[in-house]
């Protein structure tokens, strides 16, 4: 079992930066890909980027290539999104996953374990 906690969410003017944190619980973190999705109302969750279990690969969203960046410290057992050049358009409440690693990391229920997930708002 892996239990995620998400923080570092927060309102912040367009071209801002953030950095999400992912804190997880168990021993087994480095085992497990890790992804951060986000959800907007009325819309499904949205994948935004993953990362492979020994941190070696990374994947991301077109709509956040080349301004957001995963990463994570196993020794830590945290994982990160670190968000540059926000734009208003990445509103949403922003949820750390981790699961198995699978090439359909796009696809939600491919991960087994979620965090509750963090607010973030870009004002214009």
Not at 31 to 52: L, S
Not at 59 to 66: E, K, T
């Amino acid at each position: 079992q892996v239990q995620l906690v998400e923080s570092g969410g927060g309102l912040v003017q367009a071209g801002g930066s953030l950095r999400l944190s992912c804190a997880a619980s168990g021993r087994t973190f480095g085992n497990y890909a890790m992804g951060w999705f986000r959800q907007t109302p009325g819309k499904e969750r949205e994948f935004v980027a993953t990362i492979t279990w020994d941190g070696g690969s990374t994947y991301y969203a077109d709509s956040v290539s080349g301004r957001f960046t995963i990463s994570r410290d196993n020794a830590k057992n945290r994982g990160y999104l670190q968000m540059n050049s926000l734009k208003p358009e990445d509103t949403a409440v922003y949820y750390c996953a981790a699961g198995r690693w699978s090439y359909d990391y796009k696809v939600d229920k491919k991960y087994d374990y979620w965090g509750q997930g963090t607010r973030v708002t870009v004002s214009s």
